[in-house]
């Protein structure tokens, strides 16, 4: 009977519903701490949420802030929770579907240190979810598993059914064999994991189809270095022929032999599988576990500072379950591979991310981690994109080929099965910003959506087979028990003998009563003339029959021999087409060897020249920002310079122009207080010496105006502060002299005046669109008490929407000072007339002369007039 193929569930686009789809189901479970006095950082709000808190050294370095962050997940657990109670709701339903035909995928992620290899598989005397795994599925098809070898995996991840026949030659021709075999079921178990699978809950599906027959395959496998290995594959060993290495030498068979990497195939359903893969078909939960901890031994770990055991690969542990329907008798598996199901369980425990300098990695071990955290980084950016595609509605290629991780679990993102994830953390302080990111992740995944898978088509065959066979096998070994022979060999089962004779007439009785007895003899010739003719119409009618069957058989020889020629004639061609093909099927497997070689050599050049693109990015894009950052100095230079240039030059000008009107106000003054001392001399030598002159106190000094000549004065006899005109303004210009209310008048002799101007209490558009210049009188209080008066002045300007804007230039400062050393006397004191009578006959010119009127050159009080009077030394 030639072996049935068999087809996996995992039809793209067909095997799924993409009106209905899930959410990645994502879990979270809390570490307990090491030590009791360690500092937490995670805190279990309720069953759905958590919440992160800085620790106290990490607001430190963040000037002080503190800011905490919650996150929900389909449900928590916490520090306290039982494998089993984690089992029960994340593992037991991806069981419970792989048992009905459909996929699954379950792995654990976070950190070095935060318990996803304990989560997965466990500790003596507690099994994780993995034994947990293996025990329901063996508890729920243990009754209806079948032989061994009656299916059978190929290389293209396909599966073929056998008869009973060819699966017992397989069994024989596999004990002959030198391989190592498979452990058996009653061996003592290794003690080491003795205790991990010794699970007392015995927990099983509820709904399996009991008119099927399972059969359980394992394989394990690690993807370190982003290569992958075949944790199962046993090391060649050959104690006759040598081995060679690479520079042609023998080398002892006691040495290391490297295992050889795997590669990823895709089959005829577009479904990813490590081609070459050791695939060991297991009868029990010990068997399987004990294949698990045969691969497990050969992982890969290493010390870090953060663990002891710390996990360097990524380990993906895959059971599939091969189920049939059984024949309509229920007695022997169907050979019908529409009807043959492979579905298929991966169990990952993914490494945990690290940081270097935390772990202080070298060597190896940083080769490792800078592996561990790119492939982790795929898987991120992976979930991101898909993310964006399902909520933005974008399609953006989602980068599975750049990790071998990824790109082996894409169908199950694809919508070929359903996708949980357990988040596991360590809540110490240490480990705060690594959490962080860890639930940052956690938080994308669980928007990310999964079609539903299609459920299992319906078998055509009546179900309760299995039952109604092993009812039937029961009774027939009762009635054996009972008649202790074969069963239908009573009196009621007759032969066709039996039959035949039965139907010929009866004989009569064939006893002599006496000597004359002439009745009995011939009844009995009579009958036997009877039976001889019957006879001979029988043999007549069976000698025609036997002729008609013999044509018959000759038509049907002949008919069946020109057959058999158009057969063989038509197997000869078959055999020659097939012969072309397997041709053509070796030649194009070389040619697809040579390309996938190539590219992989490409994949790694694009690699290569991917890493150098980004780091001339980067160096471009460094570049470009020390050029902006060294262009935007130079500009805040050059702004920095014309302005320092602007302002010096403004100050000069306005140092300069005050230098020059101080000099010409000094020279005015010199040149008027001359006028006024010739003036004085003048009148003095030509007025009549008839009486003595009074002289005059400094009280009434200041009450009498000083005289003027008509000798030009230094600056205008009306302004306090004369108004600078520009030079670039005509001699026509206009002023607005804006003067708020609260303006309070001064008793200065010289009060300001502007020509030409528009007084104001308050500056409108009107009054300014009338005049060139803007002037602003302000008064306050001084700190000698005394009122300060300050003068701003401006130029008036057009704006582009039509108004006016005032831009000031300058401000001049009024104020009212008494004479430096002097004190004002409320009268004027007695005269000495002794003194006046002695120094009045030669003294009188002199002490006129010496009085003069005279203004300090440069000084801040404007046009403010200062009295001097030295008194001439007598001669002696």
Same mark, same amino acid.
């Given at each position: 009977?030639?072996?049935?193929?068999?087809?996996?569930?995992?039809?793209?686009?067909?095997?799924?519903?993409?009106?209905?789809?899930?959410?990645?189901?994502?879990?979270?479970?809390?570490?307990?701490?090491?030590?009791?006095?360690?500092?937490?950082?995670?805190?279990?709000?309720?069953?759905?949420?958590?919440?992160?808190?800085?620790?106290?050294?990490?607001?430190?370095?963040?000037?002080?802030?503190?800011?905490?962050?919650?996150?929900?997940?389909?449900?928590?657990?916490?520090?306290?929770?039982?494998?089993?109670?984690?089992?029960?709701?994340?593992?037991?339903?991806?069981?419970?579907?792989?048992?009905?035909?459909?996929?699954?995928?379950?792995?654990?992620?976070?950190?070095?240190?935060?318990?996803?290899?304990?989560?997965?598989?466990?500790?003596?005397?507690?099994?994780?979810?993995?034994?947990?795994?293996?025990?329901?599925?063996?508890?729920?098809?243990?009754?209806?598993?079948?032989?061994?070898?009656?299916?059978?995996?190929?290389?293209?991840?396909?599966?073929?059914?056998?008869?009973?026949?060819?699966?017992?030659?397989?069994?024989?021709?596999?004990?002959?064999?030198?391989?190592?075999?498979?452990?058996?079921?009653?061996?003592?178990?290794?003690?080491?994991?003795?205790?991990?699978?010794?699970?007392?809950?015995?927990?099983?599906?509820?709904?399996?189809?009991?008119?099927?027959?399972?059969?359980?395959?394992?394989?394990?496998?690690?993807?370190?270095?982003?290569?992958?290995?075949?944790?199962?594959?046993?090391?060649?060993?050959?104690?006759?022929?040598?081995?060679?290495?690479?520079?042609?030498?023998?080398?002892?068979?006691?040495?290391?032999?490297?295992?050889?990497?795997?590669?990823?195939?895709?089959?005829?359903?577009?479904?990813?599988?490590?081609?070459?893969?050791?695939?060991?078909?297991?009868?029990?939960?010990?068997?399987?576990?004990?294949?698990?901890?045969?691969?497990?031994?050969?992982?890969?770990?290493?010390?870090?500072?953060?663990?002891?055991?710390?996990?360097?690969?990524?380990?993906?542990?895959?059971?599939?379950?091969?189920?049939?329907?059984?024949?309509?008798?229920?007695?022997?598996?169907?050979?019908?591979?529409?009807?043959?199901?492979?579905?298929?369980?991966?169990?990952?425990?993914?490494?945990?991310?690290?940081?270097?300098?935390?772990?202080?990695?070298?060597?190896?071990?940083?080769?490792?981690?800078?592996?561990?955290?790119?492939?982790?980084?795929?898987?991120?950016?992976?979930?991101?994109?898909?993310?964006?595609?399902?909520?933005?509605?974008?399609?953006?290629?989602?980068?599975?080929?750049?990790?071998?991780?990824?790109?082996?679990?894409?169908?199950?993102?694809?919508?070929?099965?359903?996708?949980?994830?357990?988040?596991?953390?360590?809540?110490?302080?240490?480990?705060?910003?690594?959490?962080?990111?860890?639930?940052?992740?956690?938080?994308?995944?669980?928007?990310?959506?999964?079609?539903?898978?299609?459920?299992?088509?319906?078998?055509?065959?009546?179900?309760?087979?299995?039952?109604?066979?092993?009812?039937?096998?029961?009774?027939?070994?009762?009635?054996?028990?009972?008649?202790?022979?074969?069963?239908?060999?009573?009196?009621?089962?007759?032969?066709?003998?039996?039959?035949?004779?039965?139907?010929?007439?009866?004989?009569?009785?064939?006893?002599?009563?006496?000597?004359?007895?002439?009745?009995?003899?011939?009844?009995?010739?009579?009958?036997?003339?009877?039976?001889?003719?019957?006879?001979?119409?029988?043999?007549?009618?069976?000698?025609?029959?036997?002729?008609?069957?013999?044509?018959?058989?000759? &038509?049907?020889?002949?008919? $069946? %021999?020109? !057959?058999?020629?158009?057969? /063989?004639? +038509? #197997?000869?061609? =078959?055999?020659?087409?097939?012969?072309?093909?397997?041709?053509?099927?070796?030649?194009?497997?070389?040619?697809?060897?040579?390309?996938?070689?190539?590219?992989?050599?490409?994949?790694?050049?694009?690699?290569?020249?991917?890493?150098?693109?980004?780091?001339?990015?980067?160096?471009?894009?460094?570049?470009?920002?020390?050029?902006?950052?060294?262009?935007?100095?130079?500009?805040?230079?050059?702004?920095?310079?014309?302005?320092?240039?602007?302002?010096?030059?403004?100050?000069?000008?306005? &140092?300069?122009?005050?230098? $020059? %009107?101080? !000099?010409?106000?000094?020279? /005015?003054? +010199? #040149?008027?207080? =001359?006028?006024?001392?010739?003036?004085?001399?003048?009148?003095?030598?030509?007025?009549?010496?008839?009486?003595?002159?009074?002289?005059?106190?400094?009280?009434?000094?200041?009450?009498?105006?000083?005289?003027?000549?008509?000798?030009?004065?230094?600056?205008?006899?009306?302004?306090?502060?004369?108004?600078?005109?520009?030079?670039?303004?005509?001699?026509?210009?206009?002023?607005?002299?804006?003067?708020?209310?609260?303006?309070?008048?001064?008793?200065?002799?010289?009060?300001?005046?502007?020509?030409?101007?528009?007084? $104001?209490?308050?500056?409108?558009?009107?009054?300014?669109?009338?005049?060139?210049?803007?002037?602003?009188?302000?008064?306050?209080?001084?700190?000698?008490?005394?009122?300060?008066?300050?003068?701003?002045?401006?130029?008036?300007?057009?704006?582009?929407?039509?108004?006016?804007?005032?831009?000031?230039?300058?401000?001049?400062?009024?104020?009212?000072?008494?004479?430096?050393?002097?004190?004002?006397?409320?009268?004027?004191?007695?005269?000495?007339?002794?003194?006046?009578?002695?120094?009045?006959?030669?003294?009188?010119?002199?002490?006129?002369?010496?009085?003069?009127?005279?203004?300090?050159?440069?000084?801040?009080?404007?046009?403010?007039?200062?009295?001097?009077?030295?008194?001439?030394?007598?001669?002696?």
């Amino acid at each position: 009977m030639k072996a049935a193929r068999a087809r996996t569930p995992r039809r793209p686009r067909k095997g799924t519903n993409p009106t209905l789809k899930d959410p990645v189901g994502v879990y979270c479970r809390v570490r307990p701490l090491g030590r009791a006095d360690q500092e937490c950082c995670i805190e279990v709000i309720n069953h759905t949420t958590l919440q992160l808190h800085p620790p106290e050294g990490f607001r430190l370095c963040r000037n002080g802030e503190y800011r905490e962050t919650q996150y929900s997940f389909k449900e928590v657990f916490g520090t306290l929770v039982a494998q089993k109670e984690l089992f029960d709701v994340v593992a037991k339903p991806l069981v419970e579907d792989l048992i009905r035909g459909k996929n699954g995928l379950l792995f654990t992620y976070g950190v070095t240190g935060s318990g996803k290899t304990h989560t997965m598989t466990g500790s003596p005397g507690d099994g994780g979810l993995l034994p947990r795994c293996l025990a329901m599925i063996f508890n729920s098809i243990g009754p209806f598993q079948a032989k061994r070898f009656v299916f059978k995996l190929d290389e293209k991840n396909g599966v073929d059914v056998q008869s009973e026949v060819e699966a017992l030659l397989e069994r024989q021709r596999r004990e002959a064999l030198p391989i190592p075999k498979t452990p058996a079921g009653k061996r003592q178990l290794d003690p080491e994991f003795a205790d991990m699978i010794a699970v007392q809950d015995h927990c099983r599906a509820e709904e399996v189809d009991e008119d099927n027959v399972y059969g359980v395959f394992v394989s394990y496998i690690e993807i370190y270095n982003n290569y992958i290995y075949d944790l199962l594959e046993e090391p060649p060993c050959d104690s006759i022929k040598p081995k060679w290495n690479s520079c042609n030498t023998p080398v002892r068979n006691g040495d290391f032999v490297p295992p050889q990497s795997k590669t990823l195939r895709e089959d005829q359903n577009h479904n990813m599988y490590v081609m070459g893969c050791t695939e060991v078909e297991v009868k029990s939960t010990e068997e399987a576990f004990e294949v698990f901890w045969r691969g497990q031994k050969k992982r890969r770990i290493a010390n870090t500072q953060l663990n002891r055991e710390s996990s360097r690969s990524h380990s993906v542990f895959i059971i599939k379950l091969a189920q049939a329907p059984l024949d309509a008798d229920g007695d022997n598996v169907l050979q019908e591979k529409e009807q043959i199901t492979l579905s298929q369980l991966s169990l990952v425990d993914l490494a945990g991310s690290e940081r270097t300098n935390r772990t202080k990695a070298e060597g190896n071990r940083l080769r490792e981690a800078g592996n561990i955290n790119q492939s982790l980084m795929t898987l991120r950016t992976c979930i991101e994109v898909l993310r964006e595609n399902q909520l933005y509605g974008t399609n953006k290629m989602v980068p599975y080929r750049d990790s071998k991780l990824t790109h082996l679990f894409k169908n199950y993102f694809d919508g070929e099965g359903k996708v949980r994830m357990i988040v596991c953390v360590n809540p110490k302080a240490e480990d705060y910003e690594e959490s962080l990111q860890v639930m940052r992740f956690a938080e994308v995944t669980q928007e990310v959506e999964v079609a539903r898978p299609a459920d299992r088509p319906l078998c055509w065959l009546t179900p309760g087979r299995r039952l109604r066979h092993q009812a039937l096998r029961e009774e027939l070994s009762r009635k054996l028990e009972l008649r202790g022979g074969p069963v239908g060999a009573g009196p009621e089962e007759q032969s066709p003998a039996e039959l035949f004779f039965q139907s010929l007439p009866p004989l009569p009785s064939c006893e002599l009563l006496d000597i004359n007895d002439d009745q009995t003899l011939p009844k009995l010739i009579e009958a036997l003339e009877q039976r001889h003719k019957m006879r001979q119409a029988l043999a007549e009618e069976f000698a025609k029959n036997v002729l008609a069957f013999k044509t018959m058989l000759q &038509e049907f020889d002949s008919s $069946v %021999a020109s !057959k058999e020629n158009y057969i /063989q004639g +038509k #197997l000869a061609e =078959k055999e020659k087409t097939i012969t072309g093909q397997r041709t053509e099927l070796e030649r194009l497997e070389k040619k697809i060897k040579t390309l996938e070689y190539k590219i992989e050599i490409l994949e790694k050049t694009a690699t290569i020249y991917e890493e150098d693109k980004r780091n001339l990015q980067q160096e471009l894009e460094s570049k470009s920002q020390k050029l902006q950052r060294q262009a935007s100095d130079k500009r805040r230079l050059e702004a920095r310079l014309q302005g320092m240039v602007a302002e010096t030059s403004l100050k000069w000008e306005k &140092e300069c122009e005050r230098r $020059v %009107a101080a !000099k010409q106000l000094e020279m /005015q003054n +010199k #040149l008027w207080v =001359k006028d006024e001392k010739l003036k004085q001399l003048k009148a003095i030598v030509t007025e009549p010496r008839a009486e003595k002159p009074e002289r005059p106190s400094r009280e009434r000094e200041r009450e009498k105006p000083l005289p003027r000549s008509v000798s030009p004065s230094p600056v205008p006899s009306t302004p306090v502060a004369p108004l600078r005109a520009r030079r670039s303004r005509s001699a026509g210009e206009r002023w607005v002299d804006h003067r708020p209310p609260s303006h309070v008048p001064t008793e200065t002799l010289l009060q300001p005046r502007v020509p030409r101007a528009i007084t $104001v209490e308050a500056p409108s558009e009107r009054a300014l669109a009338r005049c060139d210049r803007y002037l602003l009188t302000h008064q306050e209080l001084a700190s000698d008490g005394e009122i300060q008066t300050k003068l701003i002045k401006g130029d008036v300007f057009k704006t582009r929407g039509g108004g006016q804007a005032v831009q000031f230039t300058d401000i001049e400062t009024l104020k009212q000072e008494s004479p430096t050393g002097r004190k004002r006397r409320s009268s004027p004191p007695s005269p000495d007339p002794a003194g006046d009578a002695a120094d009045s006959e030669w003294t009188d010119v002199e002490t006129r002369c010496s009085v003069a009127v005279e203004m300090r050159a440069g000084s801040a009080l404007g046009p403010g007039f200062q009295h001097h009077a030295q008194p001439k030394r007598r001669k002696p």
